[in-house]
């Protein structure tokens, strides 16, 4: 079992930054692949980006590309989303997810291929 927890969460203006946080408890979670969703108000959810188990492969969706950065410490449980250039568009509830699968490929953005999630934190970027 994987339980997931994000922090690093707030409000921030308009081309400022954040760092989310997702800290994990299982012993499995080294060997999953982590992705990053995020819900805006009155929008379904959407894939953001993903990680492989090792790090040494990752996945963007075009509106982030460039600007946010994945990364993992798997010594330390913890997967890492950089979001700089932030836009007042990227105002969302961002989630982190546990994949089945050490490695995504096409799949990466897929809600299907992440059984473990967790609550989710808030980041408001205003204008």
């Known amino acids: 079992q994987v339980q997931l927890v994000e922090s690093g969460g707030g409000l921030v203006q308009a081309g400022g930054s954040l760092r989310l946080s997702c800290a994990a408890s299982?012993?499995?979670?080294?060997?999953?692949?982590v992705g990053w969703f995020r819900q805006a108000p009155g929008k379904e959810r959407e894939s953001v980006t993903a990680i492989s188990w090792s790090g040494g492969t990752t996945y963007y969706s075009d509106s982030v590309k460039g600007r946010f950065t994945i990364s993992r410490d798997n010594a330390k449980n913890t997967v890492y989303l950089q979001m700089n250039s932030l836009k007042p568009e990227d105002t969302a509830v961002y989630y982190c997810a546990g994949a089945r699968s050490s490695v995504l490929g096409g799949n990466w953005y897929r809600e299907l291929e992440y059984p473990y999630w967790g609550q989710g934190t808030q980041v408001t970027v205003s204008s």
């Open positions: 299982g012993r499995t979670f080294s060997s999953r692949a």
